[in-house]
């Protein structure tokens, strides 16, 4: 009896130990603030800052401001909470405490520029998704009918591509992301494969290959080949690449050698 | 320059590397084999290849001009990345990160041995056996030209695998893996007859 007193007491006071790297505003120099969180049982990473958010005292005991991130879905699939968490970009909801080495390093996705402590802006992103038109147009003035039919199989194949929650995770990992290039990243590549792949969307698929071919496009990848070890939905995004990199291939003769065909 | 052109300048940059400066890399190496066949053989083949009609012509088209751009374009490329293999130390990202370290080792490796050679036999010199022995008897030489050799045999063998990615011949995991090995066992030939004629001027 007495042994399981002292037991549940030892787990009572067990700690999580976290660094977190924290900026007051966008342009103040960040710094390094650790935590001592109470442990429980099967917490992750958002359950630790909402504690801080709780009871915002750093591991010194003092009374500090509260860390701030952004959340929504909390089961992956919105992809607004990815942090880099002991130096590889995630999302921080699957983030299960258990599975890190103490103590667990907090940081922001510095290749966005930083909001405050751990919230970036992936505008970047949401603009580029405009610039590749990721959408299938079907306004008009009439009505325009249905749309051809996609083969079950190839909706199937779709669908992982679809997976992507522009989370920026693959920006992050990237080399050739950052302030000395345009590069959109590899969730852009593969975003142009999927609308391309539609058979309506496929309509204007030399729209999107002409805006890879331009700044900021396909060609900007290195093949380091990050972005497919990142990706937390395990999107095939190097072989996206690859299949744009061909798609802009023959775009480049069609569009040299002067053929009329602006789409098959 | 505009951005824009950025897509056909890459491209450009990425078949020149094969077409024609890989070749002549190869071609380059094969000829200096002859070196194991003793002075008199890779004299001979020197002074075919020295004195091949249009030579001029041939120097500044298929060497000099592809060479350059492909050197200081590549060097622009090399200093836009921001290498992470510390975050992520998968194969393709060392690959990455060697293919920028050797270009750059190259561009001084070639602007020095260019020197050495090339602009010697213009201002006289006579480029042959003799010459290259002279050089690589200094063990510092001898060491920064094996270097030389590897870096370049290197950059050209990866460069074929990224070639085939970045026009996309190989698309699937798979076929880049297997082009992997080729492109290994490319690296090791090339590196192989490379060194092999190093050895000979010894």
Wanted: proline share 5%.
């Amino acid at each position: 009896m007495s042994t399981t007193a002292v037991q549940e007491q030892q787990t009572a006071q067990k700690t999580v130990q976290f660094e977190i790297l924290r900026q007051d505003k966008a342009d103040t120099k960040p710094y390094w603030e650790k935590f001592a969180i109470p442990y429980r049982p099967n917490m992750n990473v958002i359950a630790a800052l909402m504690e801080i958010q709780r009871n915002p005292v750093n591991a010194e005991g003092k009374k500090t401001t509260p860390v701030v991130w952004d959340s929504n879905c909390l089961e992956e699939v919105c992809g607004a909470c990815s942090m880099v968490i002991n130096g590889r970009p995630r999302q921080s909801c699957t983030a299960l405490v258990d599975q890190f080495t103490q103590p667990i390093r907090l940081e922001p996705m510095k290749t966005f520029p930083v909001v405050r402590d751990l919230i970036v802006d992936r505008e970047f992103m949401f603009d580029s998704l405009k610039k590749i038109k990721a959408w299938v147009p079907i306004d008009g003035t009439y009505d325009l009918g249905e749309g051809p039919r996609m083969p079950e199989r190839k909706r199937q194949w779709a669908y992982e591509l679809s997976k992507c929650m522009t989370c920026g995770v693959c920006l992050e990992a990237c080399p050739n992301v950052n302030d000395k290039t345009n590069f959109m990243g590899p969730a852009l590549m593969s975003q142009v494969r999927l609308f391309n792949a539609h058979p309506t969307g496929s309509m204007n698929k030399d729209e999107r290959l002409a805006t890879v071919m331009g700044d900021g496009g396909i060609t900007e990848c290195g093949n380091s080949q990050n972005c497919v070890v990142a990706c937390p939905k395990g999107i095939p995004l190097t072989t996206s690449i690859a299949s744009i990199s061909r798609a802009t291939t023959v775009q480049m003769f069609k569009n040299f050698f002067g053929s009329d065909h602006m789409v098959d | 320059m505009s951005k824009e052109a950025d897509f056909y300048l890459r491209r450009l940059h990425s078949l020149l590397g094969i077409i024609p400066v890989g070749l002549f890399v190869a071609q380059h190496l094969v000829i200096n084999h002859f070196a194991t066949r003793g002075p008199e053989a890779f004299n001979n083949a020197s002074n075919f290849m020295g004195n091949l009609p249009f030579v001029l012509f041939l120097e500044w088209f298929i060497i000099y001009i592809p060479l350059m751009f492909h050197a200081f374009y590549g060097l622009y490329i090399a200093f836009t990345a921001q290498n992470n293999v510390q975050r992520y130390g998968t194969f393709r990202n060392w690959m990455f990160f060697l293919q920028r370290l050797t270009g750059i080792f190259l561009v001084i490796f070639i602007a020095w041995h260019v020197y050495e050679t090339r602009i010697q036999k213009a201002l006289g010199a006579d480029v042959d056996f003799d010459m290259m022995a002279n050089i690589l008897s200094n063990p510092f030489m001898l060491v920064f030209y094996i270097a030389g050799v590897l870096a370049a045999t290197f950059h050209l063998a990866n460069g074929l695998w990224s070639f085939c990615v970045t026009w996309g011949i190989t698309q699937s995991p798979r076929s880049q893996t297997i082009v992997t090995y080729v492109t290994i066992g490319a690296f090791l030939v090339l590196s192989v007859i490379g060194v092999r004629a190093l050895f000979a001027f010894v």
